[in-house]
């Protein structure tokens, strides 16, 4: 176990380095990061396992959540503080970013799913931020999982149509038609051709046809079950 730290300007940079570097070398040695002036200690103390693995966001997610919670930390203690949710992505960067066994190559992504940007366009990229955020809103809801059921190293097409757009993303009626729709409880995962665009009343035209809907209903208050039924005749195989 390891106390919770806040990455620094000094340590974002070093961090950086080291993911550009790594891409060429997986087996780049990481930098120690952990001590000033990388990062400093938050505070209050809240103690986190380096070690832990996860099967997929959403147990990433739940495990932040508990801790935090056993600690005495709110949400709104950690939400707002950008170097915490780059410590983290460092302190897991193993995970975040695993070897690929068929090429020898670390499965490295874009700087933002590391380092956490919180520009609007980029904010919802990263690997550790985006899915405490997303379960902090909805733990008390299973339709979460059709968020955050891929692996830590992996953004699924739900999330990146989704937690970019904050009509969607703050309405727990939209969130749980999407899981109505489009989630296969046998398999823990999304139905086949979910996130295909070649596949009718596809994520991808969910939200458009909900923008649609903006223009001439009261979306917001109507139940998940309302909303499936005024989508047009493409989403009929998935209703």
């Known amino acids: 176990m390891i106390p919770l730290r806040i990455m620094l300007f000094e340590g974002e940079g070093e961090f950086r380095n080291y993911i550009n570097r790594i891409r060429d070398n997986p087996f780049t040695p990481r930098p120690d990061l952990d001590n000033p ?14 070690l832990h693995t996860f099967q997929s966001k959403m147990e990433m997610a739940e495990y932040l959540d508990r801790t935090f919670t056993q600690s005495g930390v709110r949400r709104e203690d950690v939400i707002g503080k950008d170097g915490l949710w780059t410590w983290l992505a460092y302190l897991w ?32 990229r990263h690997y550790v931020r985006t899915p405490y955020e997303i379960y902090s809103l909805y733990k008390d809801n299973s339709s979460v999982r059709i968020l955050l ?19 969607i993303i703050s309405h727990p009626n939209l969130i749980e038609a999407l899981f109505i729709l489009y989630f296969d409880r046998a398999s823990g995962r999304p139905k086949r051709g979910a996130q295909s665009r070649r596949r009718a009343g596809n994520i991808h035209r969910f939200v458009k046809v909900i923008q649609q809907f903006e223009l001439t209903y009261d979306i917001y208050s109507l139940s998940a079950q309302e909303i499936i039924d005024l989508l047009p005749e493409e989403f009929a195989a998935w209703k």
């Not at 002036?37 to 380096?50: A, I, K, N, T």
């Open 149 to 167: 059921y891929s692996p830590v190293y992996k953004h699924n097409d739900f999330i990146e149509q989704v937690a970019s757009r904050q009509f």
């Open 93 to 124: 960067f193993d995970r975040l970013a695993p070897v690929n066994p068929k090429t020898g190559k670390r499965d490295v992504k874009g700087l933002e799913r590391y380092i956490y940007n919180p520009g609007f366009r980029r904010y919802y």
């Open 37 to 50: 002036p990388y990062s400093q200690e938050f505070s209050p103390r809240v103690m986190v396992d380096e």
